[in-house]
């Protein structure tokens, strides 16, 4: 279905538009209010036709229904010989960017946007490339002499010259039917002349013209005079200007066509266009760019958000990795056997018997029997408490120790019951804080004077004694059996198996054993790959709930998005009836505002990101070091991107919905 009016003598016959019993009521409570009673006009093509009224005749809302603003209640409408009574809003708003071009009493130029952009606006919304209607633009400004005047704002321009950047933008498109709302109501009587002046130049080029006004004499510069009394047309008389359309069409041959298709219901129904969306981003970064200071403090609280989850990800992977890597020290081919009585109140012991018990089992390499308990050491004036153990020689080799300084104790000193301390690296520090050498000195280990050996630290770690398992003194298992615990008690049993695929096999070969050996089953066996997956599991969890925490925040930066969007509508809603006088459908003003909602959310999700990496590259907690990964900040990311869509929806969807006589009618 397609609106035309070309230039084309053959159609004449075809009015420009025909009312045919147009009636318009209004609700008000539980009834109704009839403004409009049965209007019938026809108004041909290149006609200049002037509707006089005094307030509240009607007049108003008779310009809103031609202008396809609003519906009529009843009657036929007729646009180029096409009924348009039943379009639908996006339908209406395509007609109204494409045929008509508005000139308003308060001129209703975007505040925010210059001269020519002003201008450039209807041409948005039909999709005409951003360099032809820029040159389009600043060429009807030059015509209109504000060349000199293209990037000035309204509020820089005096009032004649924002009615003429209005006219522009009222023929950006063709302007086919030209609808001027009392057009010199705000003007000067020079300025007023002026402008009337440029209203019978664009009906000499062709142009019809329909002026709404409450000025006889104004009226009376028209070919023809409507009077409206009471929502009824009182007369219909020729005015002083020309009342011939067929002659004015004739003079103006090359006039801009006025030719709108309406899209189909599979149109309408369309994706959104590439074209649409980066013209929708286009406005969007333009209105944030408007008001800088108030578009930060909108995304204040998506930065606090964002930063936030980045940084609480990274607390949580950088516990992970610590625990991990001290675990994976440990061995993840390493079984650990324990008295069930560590854990309960009843339960048996560990002995030698149980490490003679399984020494000859296949795939073992190492079996380490130990007695552990915290004491105190001494050296000179200084003390310090830790766990002291009591091991076999091979510990180092099956615990993957690494000895610093001088050596561990020998097979020997475990016979001899040698009064003997290796130091962990922590150990040591304490006792030896100058770094001296301390191979060769004495220290005192439950007040019984131990000499020491050798210094070991974690294979892998630090070396600084930060690590807590180097947080340890070993001595000989006989030594501390015979002097230190006076008791053949064992407090654990490790065991060293040789691959990773043999622990589960050994582990159930040590179950069986010790079963027939001790008659119960008095003990526990840690697997340390399954101890590693559930603190692997523990340490996930522990993320998620950092990660939820931090996208609480998110979530309230979101919910400030919202709020400042809904009130950003109500205070643009002057802007968005302009934007639909011009031509913008439902479609474009949701996409414009989800679009500033959007890039409101992204721009905060990057500084957010930059933020938070920033914070996690000196935050340290404890001995955990938070690590930055790229799966956190890009989903940080995704997560400002879904907030921009889901908070920035509802305002969007609202601004939408705005009725455009309602809209353009509010202060």
């Known amino acids: 279905m397609s609106i035309s009016s070309e230039q084309d003598p053959s159609v004449l016959h075809i009015p420009a538009v025909l009312l045919e019993g147009i009636v318009k009521r209004y609700p008000v409570g539980d009834s109704e209010i009839e403004v409009l009673h049965g209007i019938s006009l026809r108004v041909e093509q290149g006609e200049f036709v002037a509707i006089v009224g005094p307030s509240g005749s009607g007049k108003t809302s008779l310009m809103n229904i031609l202008g396809l603003m609003d519906t009529p209640s009843a009657g036929l409408f007729e646009l180029n010989g096409k009924n348009v009574s039943g379009l639908t809003p996006d339908q209406r708003a395509e007609a109204r960017g494409r045929i008509f071009g508005f000139i308003f009493q308060r001129y209703n130029l975007l505040t925010l946007q210059t001269a020519v952009e002003n201008v450039e606006l209807p041409a948005s919304y039909i999709g005409m490339p951003p360099e032809e209607r820029r040159t389009r633009s600043l060429m009807l400004l030059g015509e209109l002499g504000l060349a000199h005047r293209i990037d000035n704002r309204p509020n820089q321009l005096s009032g004649g010259e924002q009615q003429r950047v209005a006219v522009a933008r009222a023929l950006m498109n063709g302007g086919g039917i030209i609808l001027a709302d009392e057009p010199t109501g705000a003007l000067d009587t020079s300025r007023g002349r002026e402008l009337m002046e440029r209203i019978h130049e664009l009906h000499r080029d062709g142009h019809t013209v329909i002026l709404i006004t409450h000025d006889p004499a104004i009226a009376e510069e028209a070919g023809r005079v409507i009077r ?171 615990e993957n120790r690494v000895i610093v300084r001088g050596g561990f104790f020998t097979e020997q000193d475990d016979d001899r019951r040698s009064p003997v301390v290796v130091l962990g690296m922590k150990a040591y520090l304490e006792l030896f804080p100058d770094r001296q050498d301390p191979i060769g000195k004495y220290i005192l280990l439950n007040n019984a004077p131990f000499l020491v050996v050798g210094v070991v630290t974690v294979r892998g770690g630090s070396g600084d004694g930060r690590d807590r398992e180097d947080d340890i003194a070993l001595i000989p298992i006989s030594t501390g059996q015979a002097r230190i615990y006076k008791t053949p008690k064992l407090s654990q049993i490790a065991v060293q198996v040789d691959e990773y695929k043999n622990v589960d096999a050994v582990a159930d070969e040590i179950r069986s054993r010790l079963n027939r050996l001790r008659q119960q089953e008095d003990f526990r066996i840690f697997n340390q790959a399954a101890m590693i997956e559930a603190t692997k599991r523990a340490q996930e969890t522990f993320r998620f709930l950092l990660g939820a925490v931090a996208c609480v925040s998110l979530v309230v930066g979101g919910v400030g998005v919202m709020n400042i969007m809904l009130v950003n509508v109500v205070e643009r809603t002057r802007e968005i009836g302009v934007r639909m006088a011009c031509g913008a459908k439902s479609r474009d003003i949701q996409l414009q505002f989800l679009a500033e909602a959007v890039l409101i959310c992204l721009m905060g999700g990057l500084i957010g990101v930059s933020v938070g990496i920033i914070i996690s590259s000196v935050l340290v907690v404890g001995d955990t070091k938070a690590v930055v990964t790229l799966g956190p900040v890009v989903i940080s990311f995704g997560a400002a991107f879904v907030t921009g869509v889901l908070f920035g929806f509802w305002p969007a969807r609202q601004a939408s919905r705005l009725d455009p006589v309602v809209a353009l009618s509010s202060e």
């Open 228 to 398: 409206i009394v009471d929502g009824s047309i009182l007369s219909d008389m020729p005015g002083k200007g020309r009342s011939t359309a067929l002659s004015a069409r004739h003079e103006t041959a090359g006039a801009l066509p006025q030719k709108l298709v309406l899209p189909s219901l599979a149109t309408r129904n369309r994706l959104v266009l590439l074209s649409d969306l980066m013209e929708a981003l286009r406005m969007a970064s333009h209105s944030i760019r408007s008001n800088v200071f108030r578009s930060f403090l909108t995304m204040l609280g998506v930065i606090i958000g964002v930063a936030s989850v980045v940084t609480m990800l990274a607390v949580g992977e950088g516990a992970q990795r610590g625990m991990m890597q001290s675990l994976t020290r440990m061995g993840t081919n390493m079984l650990r056997i324990e008295p069930a009585g560590r854990f309960t109140l009843q339960g048996g012991f560990l002995s030698i018997q149980d490490v003679a018990a399984i020494s000859d089992l296949a795939h073992i390499r190492e079996i380490v029997p130990r007695v552990w308990s915290t004491q105190v050491l001494r050296y000179r004036d200084r003390a310090y408490s830790c766990n002291v153990g009591a091991v076999t020689p091979n510990y180092s080799q099956a």
